[in-house]
C-alpha cells in the first residue's frame, strides 16, 4: 500500500521505490505504463536539465533531477502554462550514497566543519509525464509513467500518480520549477 | 581564510561560497577567471547531465548538478581517461531550500513517514574545468574557473583549485562520477 502511495507522488519532486533508467544512454523499452501507455521516450538522458533535489525521511534517501525535452525545457524557461502538447519531463531519481572520497578532501580542506557529501548511487526509478491535452484530458492533459529497470510499475501504482500531481493544478500539475 | 580552502575544492562534488549564473541561459560572461583565463563557456546551461549531488554541514546546504559538454560527457559515458581537451566540466551550486508545498503533498501521502523534499533555491555559484593539455600542463591539463552571478572570484580562489582535486588524480582529476 505504501508503495502505490508513495508511486503517486510522480515526477520531479516525490518518491516511490519502483522503476529506472533501461541503460546509461536512456534507449526506449519497449514496454508502456499502464492506463497511460507512456514508452520510456529514447534518449531522455540527454535532455536539458530542468532542477535537482534530494528526498530524505524514513529509508528513502534519494538525490534526484528532472530533466525535460525541448519542448518542456523552452515551456519552462519561458513561464509558459499550461505547457504545450509534447512537451515530457523526466524524473532521475538516485538513491543516494554518502561519498567517502568527497568527505575525506572535505575534512582536509575544512577540519572540523564536518561537510557530507552525497552523490547518486544506484538508480532507483524514472518517471515520465508526457502532455497530450487530448488523450490524457481526463488527467490534466498528462500521461504517466513510472519504470524501475526499464520496466513499468503496476496499474495500482499508476492510478495514484494524477491524484499527487492535482495539488499543483495552478502550475499545470507540474512540482519541479527551473532552477536558475 | 575559509571562503579561499571551500572555492578549492572544485568541479561538481565539493563547495564554496562563491561565484555562479551569469543568467537563466548561461551567456557567457566577458570576464575570464584568474590564472587559467577560464570565461563562462555559452550555453552551458544546455549541456547534458553527469550527476546531481547534495552537500550539507555547517551552514553551507547545496543540491548541485554536473553538466557536460559533448566531449566530457561522451568520455564519461565510455569511461575514458584521461579526458580529451575540449572537454568541459560545469558544477552548478544551488542553496537548498526546503519545499512546504512538497512536504504538505509527502506529508497527506505518508502520514508519520517524516519525508522531506529539498530544492534548488538561489544559485550560489558555478565551476568549470576546461581540459587543454597544453595549455594547462602544469595543473593536471585543466584549467579552473569559479563564477558568482557573472563574476569571477579572486586569485586566491582559484590558487587552491587544482591542489583540492589532486587526490582525484587516479580520474584525471575529477571527482564526478557518472550516473546512469
Redesign the interface.
Known amino acids: 500500500m505504501?508503495r502505490i502511495?508513495?508511486a503517486?507522488?510522480a515526477t520531479g519532486?516525490?518518491?516511490d521505490a519502483i522503476a529506472c533508467?533501461a541503460?546509461?544512454?536512456g534507449h526506449a523499452d519497449s514496454k508502456a505504463s499502464p492506463i497511460y501507455g507512456v514508452k520510456i521516450p529514447p534518449g531522455y538522458?540527454?535532455?536539458?536539465?530542468i532542477?535537482?533535489?534530494?528526498?530524505?525521511?524514513?529509508k528513502?534517501k534519494q538525490?534526484?533531477?528532472q530533466?525535460g525535452n525541448e519542448i518542456a525545457v523552452k515551456a519552462f524557461?519561458e513561464g509558459k502554462l499550461p505547457f504545450p502538447d509534447g512537451a515530457i519531463i523526466a524524473a532521475?531519481h538516485?538513491n543516494?550514497t554518502s561519498?567517502d572520497?568527497?568527505n575525506?578532501?572535505?575534512a582536509t580542506?575544512?577540519p572540523g566543519?564536518?561537510?557530507?557529501?552525497?552523490?547518486?548511487g544506484p538508480?532507483e526509478n524514472i518517471q515520465f509525464m508526457v502532455k497530450d491535452s487530448g488523450k490524457y484530458a481526463a488527467t490534466g492533459g498528462w500521461g504517466f509513467a513510472d519504470f524501475k529497470d526499464g520496466k513499468p510499475a503496476s496499474e495500482a501504482v499508476h492510478k495514484t500518480c494524477f491524484s499527487?500531481h492535482e495539488?499543483?493544478k495552478d502550475r499545470d500539475f507540474v512540482?519541479?520549477?527551473?532552477?536558475?
Open positions: 505504501k502511495v508513495l503517486g507522488i519532486v516525490l518518491a533508467m541503460s546509461a544512454y538522458r540527454d535532455w536539458q536539465l532542477s535537482v533535489n534530494h528526498l530524505a525521511g524514513n528513502l538525490v534526484r533531477a530533466l524557461r532521475l538516485w543516494e561519498s572520497e568527497n575525506e578532501v572535505l580542506g575544512f566543519a564536518g561537510f557530507q557529501s552525497f552523490v547518486a538508480a499527487c495539488p499543483a512540482f519541479t520549477h527551473y532552477a536558475r
